[in-house]
């Protein structure tokens, strides 16, 4: 092995990229904030919340999102930490929820799932989790804001293993909660970190004891949450889960953590053992098989497109996850879904609201290609002999709209305008047959305004979403003659590469037609379904 090549093996291995997965306000920018805060990217605070703030925003993003106060940054972050690279995907998750936050997880090789001590599992964070839990990604848990009162412990893990199907096992566990916080004990590394109200831990306070039962914890913490902790860490011992590496792994078992990220308690104790547990980037499946990522060629696949990032150049930029080898600035690349090669002239790196030009990057990273109108998301770039990376699943709208052109004259654009922003992602594209009427659908209804106002500042198109009671979108699968009976259904259609769909009002109604045709199989993305036109 050559120098060069053990640097850049080297490179990869110490590379971890990683999504957070949250319900709006568990914490997540704060999170993001304490971790960059740790890895030196940022001196102080609030350089991470200003992003979702319009009192701070300075960046030149769409007017509409402007407008809203909505910034759409929505790319990766990237620091160092004891010897690792670490980049933190952002999965927009507020207003601005959109199919962008489910592709964001296609380029993470693990997920750090955030919730509210006091709110356990919500909405939003079910949704995220279900996409994880596809691609089958590790999954750490880091249950915040304990410094309030909230749930029991052990109905949160119940909760974890109710609603979302995931075992867990807790790495720590909290010595009283809210006003009565006193720490955590760490089942690890057995010793008690200890909580000051209102310091910001730089320097964690901490007892090394034998085990939960060390008389030393009862002097720290008192003979109530002593007696307690005992009691519940035996608990945990009998009845709960075994650490199990290769359940984690496969994202069936999630190491769970309590702590408060505002006050940093328990945040570096994550970060720790998340590298320690974390995996270095992950081999992807393509149409050669599995990608290694250690493989000296450069591979990586769009899994984002930003539109109009700079309103006076009209500019937009693809976003790429380098999957192996490694990037030089200028080098050229097979876009493979076109045939030809192409030279990566200006590739960029962002942080909060920075653009910087990358001039090398390995897998695991994310980097910012310029785009003048050739990329659509899920596109293949790579070195060598050419080869695809499987496609980007699509996802269940949540929202429905029959789409016309007020002006008949500008059809053209119209269609020319849907079709560019459909592959770019930004709405999903139905249509109904026999009549060939455009349905679109999104999983954030502020996506039919980004439409909207797109089409008129951009192609000049005037619009009229009509919209519709529909929630839920499956993909249709199986027996043919049961395939025909569906079509002719006034609720199926086909999405833009040809494949039957079928959209529901509620989830009772899907309930009905799965019992109506049991021959059928309801897909809730298009993951590994075939494209009968392209
Ligand atoms: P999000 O990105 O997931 O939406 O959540 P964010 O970090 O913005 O946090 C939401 C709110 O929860 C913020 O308060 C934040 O300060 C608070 N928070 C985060 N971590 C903790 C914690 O460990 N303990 C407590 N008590 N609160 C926490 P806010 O009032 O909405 O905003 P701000 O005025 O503090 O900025």
Request: proline share 4%; with cysteine.
């Amino acid at each position: 092995m050559t120098q060069s090549q053990a640097n850049w093996e080297n490179e990869i291995t110490r590379r971890r990229t990683f999504a957070i997965i949250s319900h709006p306000d568990a914490g997540k920018t704060t999170m993001t904030e304490k971790l960059l805060y740790y890895g030196g990217a940022i001196r102080e605070a609030g350089v991470v919340k200003g992003r979702k703030n319009s009192k701070h925003a300075t960046s030149d993003w769409m007017e509409i999102e402007k407008k809203r106060g909505i910034s759409v940054t929505s790319s990766a972050m990237d620091f160092e930490y004891k010897g690792h690279h670490i980049n933190i995907l952002d999965t927009p998750g507020h207003e601005d929820f959109s199919e962008d936050t489910y592709r964001t997880l296609t380029a993470a090789d693990a997920a750090v799932m955030i919730i509210d001590v006091a709110k356990g599992v919500e909405a939003q964070t079910i949704k995220l989790f279900k996409v994880c839990r596809m691609r089958g990604i590790p999954i750490f848990t880091f249950i915040n804001k304990l410094d309030r009162h909230g749930k029991d412990p052990f109905s949160l893990l119940e909760e974890l293993e109710n609603v979302l199907g995931i075992r867990s096992y807790p790495m720590n566990w909290p010595i009283g909660m809210g006003s009565d916080l006193c720490g955590v004990y760490d089942r690890m590394k057995n010793r008690v970190e200890l909580y000051q109200d209102g310091s910001d831990h730089q320097e964690i306070s901490s007892v090394e004891v034998s085990g939960p039962d060390d008389p030393k914890i009862k002097s720290s913490v008192g003979e109530v949450l002593y007696d307690q902790l005992q009691e519940e860490v035996s608990l945990l011992d009998i009845a709960g889960d075994e650490y199990d590496e290769s359940l984690i792994a496969k994202g069936e078992l999630t190491p769970v953590f309590f702590g408060s990220a505002i006050n940093n308690f328990g945040v570096q104790t994550f970060l720790e053992n998340f590298l320690q547990m974390a995996p270095s980037p992950s081999p992807k499946k393509s149409t050669i098989g599995e990608v290694d990522p250690l493989n000296g060629k450069f591979s990586g696949f769009i899994f984002k497109i930003q539109a109009n990032m700079n309103p006076a150049h009209r500019d937009r930029v693809a976003f790429m996850r380098i999957c192996s080898g490694k990037f030089q600035r200028g080098m050229n690349v097979r876009h493979v879904r076109l045939g030809k090669d192409i030279k990566l002239a200006q590739p960029m790196q962002f942080m909060a609201q920075d653009r910087e030009i990358v001039e090398e990057s390995f897998a695991g990273d994310v980097i910012g290609l310029f785009d003048p109108g050739i990329f659509q998301i899920g596109d293949t770039l790579c070195v060598g002999p050419a080869f695809e990376y499987e496609e980007m699943p699509h996802f269940s709208p949540e929202f429905f709209a029959k789409v016309t052109v007020k002006d008949a004259m500008k059809h053209k654009q119209f269609q020319k305008g849907v079709m560019q922003l459909t592959e770019e992602g930004t709405v999903q594209l139905f249509k109904t047959h026999p009549w060939e009427e455009l349905i679109l659908g999104v999983v954030g209804v502020l996506q039919f305004e980004v439409l909207e106002y797109r089409l008129k500042a951009e192609y000049g198109v005037d619009i009229e979403l009509q919209r519709m009671s529909y929630q839920i979108a499956r993909w249709i699968e199986g027996d043919k003659e049961a395939m025909d009976a569906v079509k002719s259904r006034s609720q199926s259609v086909t999405d833009r590469y040809g494949r039957l769909v079928m959209l529901f009002d509620s989830e009772y109604q899907l309930r009905m037609a799965q019992e109506k045709y049991p021959k059928l199989t309801f897909h809730e993305s298009s993951l590994g379904l075939h494209r009968v036109t392209e």
